[in-house]
């Protein structure tokens, strides 16, 4: 099983749909959690910390879920500018040093 | 702020050329990292940097090596290319753990894009 595993889409979703994406994680004592934003052909960049109690930052939630090893990220009014990968991030220890770990990423696609 | 660069942004290498790929950041992090991305399976770290000198293994790091002499700088070095090692890759930084805690934001370079035939 992946450390951190997330269906890869593409999620093609109408301008103004809501989507939400999930990422599950295996390792029960991971610290904390992100969604990265990637541009095709760009690098990747922070979008959103995502806390117990959940949190939003304008159109997008995210919320946790310790008890099921999941987060999720939804986005409401979906923009075309909203089309890119979204990578779900888990960091936990390892060696005694933070482990970063990765999702593969979802894409979504916002269609006119 | 430059914040985080990368050189060389493209290289095509013959099976066998040797190369390094240099990383600078300007945002005095002391953690710094590499990683390659292929299709369909995400970033995957390759070596890492706690601080300026030391230097360790991540989840891929054979047919890699790298050096960090100075804080700013990281640099990831492929011996004998294959054409296995064909991929994007991308240096990224961050602060100490001590610092920022667990809520770690990574600032990542541009990448640079490796062909190898």
């Known amino acids: 099983r992946k450390e951190v595993e997330q269906d890869p889409g593409p999620f093609n979703v109408p301008e103004g749909a809501t989507v939400a994406f999930n990422c599950t994680y295996s390792n029960s004592a991971s610290q904390s959690f992100f969604w990265y934003r990637q541009d095709c052909r760009k690098e990747p960049k922070l979008l959103m910390s995502?806390?117990?109690s959940g949190n939003e930052d304008g159109r997008f939630t995210a919320q946790l879920n310790r008890a099921s090893q999941y987060i999720s990220l939804l986005i409401r009014d979906s923009k075309l500018s909203d089309s890119a990968t979204y990578l779900c991030?888990?960091?936990?220890?390892?060696?005694?040093?933070?482990?970063?770990?990765f999702g593969i990423g979802t894409k979504l696609q916002v269609i006119p | 702020n430059a914040g985080v660069t990368q050189t060389p942004k493209f290289r095509v290498l013959k099976t066998g050329q040797s190369m390094t790929l240099l990383c600078a950041q300007d945002m005095n992090h002391e953690y710094m990292y590499w990683y390659r991305q292929d299709p369909g399976m995400g970033l995957r770290l390759i070596h890492y940097s706690v601080g300026e000198g030391t230097t360790a293994k991540g989840e891929v790091p054979d047919g890699y090596n790298v050096s960090r002499l100075k804080k700013q700088n990281f640099l990831l070095g492929l011996e004998s290319a294959a054409p296995s090692q064909t991929s994007v890759y991308f240096c990224?930084?961050?602060?100490?753990?001590?610092?920022?805690?667990?809520?770690?934001?990574?600032?990542f370079g541009p990448g640079t894009r490796l062909t190898v035939l």
């Open positions: 990224a930084s961050s602060y100490s753990s001590e610092l920022a805690g667990w809520y770690n934001e990574q600032f």
């Open positions: 995502v806390y117990s």
């Open positions: 991030v888990v960091n936990g220890l390892s060696g005694g040093y933070q482990k970063v770990t």
